[in-house]
Structure formats: C-alpha cells, structure tokens
C-alpha cells in the first residue's frame, strides 16, 4: 500500500474516535502535529503515515490505519482516470472472487503486478491501472474483516465522502415492516437504495429463495448488489426509476417493502397517464406516495402484502381522496400504523407504516381496517404494533389504548381521513404513570446545575476598555482567505424530501435541525467548527456547530474558518455581538444582518481562544437557562393535566 496516502482532518478524526473539533484544537496546541501536505486552507490533506505515527505516538490511536490506507489507495487508482464508483465494482469483483476461491489468492500476492492485472482482468473484467495495489490492499483487509464486512466499510465510505447523502431506515423500523408483511419466499423492494430491507429479509425470512430490488441511482444499485452476493443473498437488483422503467414488469412476488421517496414532483405523472397499474386510480400530481403503493401491488401476488413507509399528510390529502376510497372499498388497505416522532430520524413528522394485501379472487371483501398510533410508548412501539396487528390477523379484538378496527363503512365520509390517531381516544392525562414526578425531578437537577453555570462566569472581571485595538471585519478575513461566507442554495425547499435542513428556529432554540429537503449537491452542508448565524436583524443568533452533516437553511449563513487561524467561539461571539447590533438598529421586521460587515478584533490565536471561552461560557449559560424553562414548562403541562384528570392531587 502506498506510503504517500494522505487524509483531510474528518478522516483523522475517525481514526482517533474524536470530532473534528478535537483534531482542530491538536493543530493549534501540539507544535509537532503533522503540517498539511496539500488540500486547501479551508480543507487541507495531511500524510496518512506521519498522522498514523503522531496518533500512535500520543496514544490517540483507536481506528485500524490498514482501513485508511485501503481507502486511500482506491481514491488513488480513481484519480488515474477510472472513477471511484467502478474501482469499488472492481474491489467487489475481485471479493467475490476472493469469497469464492480464497486458495487461489494465496498464489499470487509475490507475483508480478503485471501477472496479478492479469488474472484479475481474466476473473473479474475491467481493470483499474493499480489493480495488483488495491488486491493487495483488499486482502489484507480481508484478513482483519472478512469479505462482507471489507466491501461494507468500502461502500459506506464512499457514501460519506462520494455520494448523494443516503439516510438508512432505522433497524426496528425495518424488521417491524418484514414481520407485519412476512413471512415470505420473494421480496420486492422497487427503491431499495442500499438494500437494507432486501438484506434484513435475507437474515429474517429462513425459505427466502428471491430478493428483487430496483435503484434509481446506479451506483448505489451496483454496491447493493455486490453486497447482497457477498452475504450470500439470491439477490438481483437493478438501477432504473421503478415507476418509469420497470425492471420487473410482470414479475409478482410475496410481499413488497419499502421506504419510498416521498414528495416526488417528477414521479413521472405526464407519462404514466394511462398506466395499467393505476389500478385504484391515477394518482394526483402531487400524490407520488400512492403512485408507489399501487406500483406495489402490482407486484404482488394475490394474497401478497404490501408494506410501505408512508408521510402523515398521505392519510388525508383532499387530492388522494379517491385512491384512498378505492382502495377501502375494494379491501386493500388492511392496516395503518403510526410511529412515534423520532422512530425514523431526520424526518421532521412521525411517519407511518401502510399495511395493504392484494385480494385474490374468492375472497370476501374486507369491511374493517386496523387504526394503531404508537407514539404513547416510543421505547416499545414494535411490540405495539405487532401485537394490535397479531390479533387482527387472527380475529381477535383489537380495541385498546393505542389501537382500534375501524369499520370501512366510517372512513368513507367527505375527507376519507385514515389517521390513526383520530380514531382513537383523546389523551388527556399524562401519557405514563410517574410523568410528572419524572418530569419535576428533571427540573430540579437541571435548576441544581444552574448556579455552577453561573459561578463558571466568575473568571470574568471588570477591566479597563482597550482602544488600542485594531480592528477587521469578517469580509476582509474572506477576502484574504482565512474564512468562507457560504449561504444556502436557492433550492431549498423544506417540507420535502429526508435530507436533514437546519432552520432559523432549530439556531434560535439550540435544537437538532427539524427541517428536511429533497437531494440536490448544491445544498450548504455544515461541518463541525462552522459558525451559522442568523441573517433575519430580529433574530440576533450565532451557533458554533459541534457536529456537521446538515443543510443549510434559508435565513442563515454559515461561516467556516481556518481553525489554525481563526477560533470558532471567537468567531461566534463577535458575530452574535454584531447581530445584536443589527437587531437594536433594525426599524423593520424584514431587516437583514450583514455578516460580512460584522466587526471584530485582530488578535493572537491564544487570545481568541481565550476570548471564545468566555463567549462559550455565556452561550452555555443561555442553554441552560432555554433547557431549564423547557423543563419547567414540562412540570407545568404534566401538572396541569394530573390535576385535571385526578391523577395528582395535594398530598397535604
């Protein structure tokens, strides 16, 4: 494996288990870490082998290097002219092979380059130029993972660094899905992305003979499918839009199970207008989500079931109105189930599983369909819904808290509304006994913190102002290249999609970002260090980020710093002083702060730090201060409700 590899300061921060502030503060305080041997000022690359031996030196290191020098060669063979995505098909041909006949590899690792390019372009195909390099990389790999777990972490690597963010649907979702459908000998899965619910399947299903899956990303439909061999998997999975060009038409199976895309404009209304698969209805422009349950049961046998992960808002959109209809009357719709928020992160709305069996002829047509909302008990809602489903599937009562069979007869009204929630008791008292106990003693911890988080400000003391000072503002550290000014893309658009946004309220509250948008490789993604501030002048507001991997929301800017230069902290508090600025000088509610006119001292690295503490220790004062009054607001519903339903009452 070759020596001159190199790593970005995420790559370093992996190998010794930290965040990437971490490796920004060894840069600034350890003068023998390694210099940047390339990259940019923003992003540099380091060597690979004077990093493994600084980690190792310090004692920080915990991640296997082999991995980062396998990876790194393939990022070199693809920079000789062969795109990384076929050096991976390369390195998962060469596995396979390797999986097949280990013994034929052990004859060739002290042949010639020119010899092993060779017998690899005889057994796999397509070649990369350094393919003796990376076969000699992979194998010893090998020797530490075994061949799944090796092209794995090489598919998931490049997914980080290469690809379209891919957001995987959590496990327990997953194995919920496979269970209400299954079991099963053949699966279908038209949007399979990396394959979870087709390898899940695999491990699930003990007489699964079948696993079809169709991608409309190719390159994630090629890794999925080697993948899939290299478990084992009697997989075929082919890349292609299913509901544009059909992979496998014709072609029926046990059950269907997806997370399909949600909110697709483009699904392909014009052109499927008369598609024989509407056989429910045409779905509206806007409806893709039911274009995707009817392309399911038409892949399914009678009998079969179809399992999808669905939005809230397809319940009881007035356009999908009369699909929702059909599909009652005609008894396929068996089942809807709710998931409590947060079952599928990065989804701003609790989404919901629909269950729907295709009938088959001789059947009597259903007259009900089973209503279970989960959000009552997060931690259990897997068993919730298995055993509501359990007992429909038998005939027994489904009537309890969290579930109820609801006649066909009453959902067809006006709004054929097939929200679990709304057949449902209304819950008036806490949602479990000991809530506001539970809630009152986490207002008391968190109240108890608070004086140790104003004794922290006590290094502050009263000086004399210095005006000696000379100044700069952040458009002329850009200008000089010591920071980015990055705004969001104009294609932005919240409410769609899975990719995580973070918006104006997610900065002003501190939370985890709650929007969500569709793909698109122009959005913003933040990093670890960044600085986003708010440009609305009425919300004076600037975050340092801790950890990355969101989009960029309107209404924000981001400001990204060379952390050998330039404190984050630093940055942050002398954005917010000049945000607060803005906010006392705006006359109007649609007043924009001017990030690059915000106004800030040249000094030493070491006195920003020193600064950027200080601004830190404010800002962890006004967290405790926001997460103290959501605590108390919390006592204070779970109070009010215990009284009311007399579940609390004065203990004398």
Same mark, same amino acid.
């Given at each position: 494996?070759?020596?001159?590899?190199?790593?970005?300061?995420?790559?370093?921060?992996?190998?010794?288990?930290?965040?990437? @502030?971490?490796?920004?503060?060894?840069?600034?305080?350890?003068?023998?870490?390694?210099?940047?041997?390339?990259?940019?000022?923003?992003?540099?690359?380091?060597?690979?082998?004077?990093?493994?031996?600084?980690?190792?030196?310090?004692?920080?290191?915990?991640?296997?290097?082999?991995?980062?020098?396998?990876?790194?060669?393939?990022? @070199?063979?693809?920079?000789?002219?062969?795109?990384?995505?076929?050096?991976?098909?390369?390195?998962?041909?060469?596995?396979?092979?390797?999986?097949?006949?280990?013994?034929?590899?052990?004859?060739? +690792?002290?042949?010639?380059?020119?010899?092993?390019?060779?017998?690899?372009?005889?057994?796999?195909?397509?070649?990369?130029?350094?393919?003796?390099?990376?076969?000699?990389?992979?194998?010893?790999?090998?020797?530490?993972?075994?061949?799944?777990?090796?092209?794995?972490?090489?598919?998931?690597?490049?997914?980080?660094?290469?690809?379209?963010?891919?957001?995987?649907?959590?496990?327990?979702?997953?194995?919920? &899905?496979?269970?209400?459908?299954?079991?099963?000998?053949?699966?279908?899965?038209?949007?399979?992305?990396?394959?979870?619910?087709?390898?899940?399947?695999?491990? !699930?299903?003990?007489?699964?003979?079948?696993?079809?899956?169709?991608?409309?990303?190719?390159?994630?439909?090629?890794?999925?499918?080697?993948?899939?061999?290299?478990?084992?998997?009697?997989?075929?999975?082919?890349?292609?839009?299913?509901?544009?060009?059909?992979?496998?038409?014709?072609?029926?199976?046990?059950?269907?199970?997806?997370?399909?895309?949600?909110?697709?404009?483009?699904?392909?209304?014009?052109?499927?207008?008369?598609?024989?698969?509407?056989?429910?209805?045409?779905?509206?422009?806007?409806?893709?989500?039911?274009?995707?349950?009817?392309?399911?049961?038409?892949?399914?046998? +009678?009998?079969?079931?179809?399992?999808?992960?669905?939005?809230?808002?397809?319940?009881?959109?007035?356009?999908?109105?009369?699909?929702?209809?059909?599909?009652?009357?005609?008894?396929?719709?068996?089942?809807?189930?709710?998931?409590?928020?947060? @079952?599928?992160?990065? &989804?701003?709305?609790?989404?919901?599983?629909?269950?729907?069996?295709?009938?088959?002829?001789?059947?009597?047509?259903?007259?009900?369909?089973?209503?279970?909302?989960?959000?009552?008990?997060?931690?259990?809602?897997?068993?919730?819904?298995?055993?509501?489903?359990?007992?429909?599937?038998?005939?027994?009562?489904?009537? =309890?808290?969290?579930?109820?069979?609801?006649?066909?007869?009453?959902?067809?009204?006006?709004?054929?509304?097939?929200?679990?929630?709304?057949?449902?008791? $209304?819950?008036?008292?806490?949602?479990?006994?000991?809530?506001?106990?539970?809630?009152?003693?986490?207002?008391?911890?968190?109240?108890?913190?608070?004086?140790?988080?104003?004794?922290?400000?006590?290094?502050?003391?009263?000086?004399?102002?210095?005006?000696?000072?000379?100044?700069?503002?952040?458009?002329?550290?850009?200008?000089?290249?010591?920071? $980015?000014?990055?705004?969001?893309?104009?294609?932005?658009?919240?409410?769609?999609?899975?990719?995580?946004?973070?918006?104006?309220?997610?900065?002003?509250?501190?939370?985890?970002?709650?929007? =969500?948008?569709?793909?698109?490789?122009?959005?913003?993604?933040?990093?670890?260090?960044?600085?986003?501030?708010?440009?609305?002048?009425?919300?004076?507001?600037?975050?340092?980020?801790?950890?990355?991997?969101?989009?960029?929301?309107?209404?924000?800017?981001?400001?990204?710093?060379?952390?050998?230069?330039?404190?984050?902290?630093?940055?942050?508090?002398?954005?917010?002083?000049?945000?607060?600025?803005?906010?006392?000088?705006?006359?109007?509610?649609?007043?924009?702060?001017?990030?690059?006119?915000?106004?800030? +001292?040249?000094?030493?690295?070491? /006195? $920003?730090?020193?600064?950027?503490? @200080?601004?830190?220790?404010?800002?962890?004062?006004?967290?405790?201060?926001?997460?103290?009054?959501?605590?108390?607001?919390?006592?204070?519903?779970?109070? !009010? /409700?215990?009284?009311?339903?007399?579940?609390?009452?004065?203990?004398?």
């Amino acid at each position: 494996m070759s020596n001159d590899a190199t790593v970005t300061a995420a790559d370093i921060a992996r190998l010794a288990a930290v965040g990437r @502030a971490a490796v920004s503060n060894w840069r600034r305080r350890h003068d023998d870490f390694p210099q940047p041997v390339g990259g940019t000022a923003v992003s540099p690359t380091f060597s690979l082998a004077e990093v493994e031996n600084w980690l190792r030196g310090q004692g920080k290191l915990t991640d296997s290097p082999v991995r980062e020098r396998v990876w790194q060669s393939l990022r @070199a063979a693809a920079s000789e002219g062969m795109d990384l995505a076929d050096v991976l098909t390369f390195a998962g041909a060469f596995l396979l092979s390797l999986r097949d006949d280990p013994g034929h590899w052990r004859e060739l +690792p002290d042949a010639s380059d020119e010899e092993i390019a060779r017998t690899l372009r005889a057994r796999t195909g397509p070649v990369p130029p350094s393919c003796a390099v990376i076969a000699r990389a992979l194998a010893q790999l090998v020797d530490e993972l075994g061949v799944s777990e090796t092209f794995e972490f090489l598919r998931t690597r490049y997914l980080e660094h290469h690809s379209r963010r891919v957001y995987l649907t959590p496990e327990p979702v997953v194995r919920l &899905m496979l269970e209400l459908g299954g079991p099963a000998r053949t699966v279908l899965d038209p949007a399979c992305g990396t394959g979870t619910f087709l390898k899940t399947a695999h491990e !699930l299903f003990k007489d699964v003979d079948r696993l079809l899956g169709q991608e409309i990303d190719d390159t994630t439909a090629r890794m999925s499918a080697i993948q899939l061999a290299l478990r084992g998997a009697p997989a075929e999975v082919c890349p292609g839009d299913s509901l544009l060009a059909d992979a496998f038409p014709g072609r029926t199976v046990d059950l269907v199970v997806s997370n399909p895309p949600f909110n697709d404009r483009g699904w392909g209304y014009e052109q499927l207008t008369g598609d024989p698969r509407w056989e429910y209805g045409l779905p509206p422009r806007m409806e893709s989500e039911l274009a995707w349950l009817q392309h399911g049961l038409a892949h399914v046998h +009678p009998g079969g079931h179809v399992v999808l992960l669905m939005p809230p808002a397809v319940a009881n959109r007035r356009s999908g109105r009369r699909v929702r209809s059909e599909l009652l009357r005609r008894g396929a719709l068996r089942a809807v189930i709710g998931l409590p928020p947060g @079952a599928v992160p990065n &989804m701003a709305v609790a989404l919901a599983i629909w269950v729907l069996r295709r009938p088959a002829s001789g059947d009597t047509p259903a007259d009900d369909v089973l209503m279970v909302d989960t959000s009552a008990d997060p931690e259990n809602f897997q068993k919730t819904a298995l055993d509501a489903w359990g007992r429909y599937a038998k005939g027994k009562p489904a009537k =309890t808290d969290s579930s109820v069979v609801v006649r066909i007869i009453d959902l067809l009204d006006d709004e054929v509304d097939l929200t679990p929630a709304r057949y449902l008791p $209304q819950r008036t008292t806490p949602t479990a006994e000991g809530s506001f106990i539970a809630a009152r003693e986490a207002l008391e911890k968190r109240a108890a913190a608070l004086p140790q988080t104003v004794a922290d400000l006590s290094f502050l003391a009263q000086a004399r102002a210095r005006a000696d000072v000379p100044m700069t503002t952040i458009g002329e550290l850009a200008k000089a290249g010591v920071l $980015q000014i990055l705004r969001p893309s104009a294609k932005v658009r919240t409410g769609e999609g899975n990719v995580p946004v973070l918006t104006l309220e997610d900065i002003a509250l501190g939370q985890e970002p709650t929007g =969500t948008a569709a793909h698109d490789p122009h959005h913003v993604q933040t990093a670890a260090g960044d600085v986003v501030v708010s440009l609305a002048a009425r919300h004076p507001v600037a975050r340092v980020m801790r950890e990355g991997g969101a989009v960029l929301g309107p209404g924000l800017a981001l400001v990204r710093a060379e952390p050998s230069r330039l404190d984050p902290d630093f940055v942050a508090g002398w954005l917010l002083l000049g945000a607060q600025g803005a906010s006392l000088r705006s006359s109007t509610s649609s007043a924009r702060f001017d990030v690059r006119r915000a106004r800030l +001292p040249r000094l030493t690295l070491d /006195e $920003q730090t020193e600064l950027g503490r @200080a601004f830190r220790k404010l800002t962890d004062l006004e967290a405790a201060l926001r997460e103290t009054y959501r605590r108390g607001a919390d006592v204070l519903r779970l109070g !009010l /409700e215990g009284l009311g339903a007399g579940t609390l009452r004065p203990s004398g």
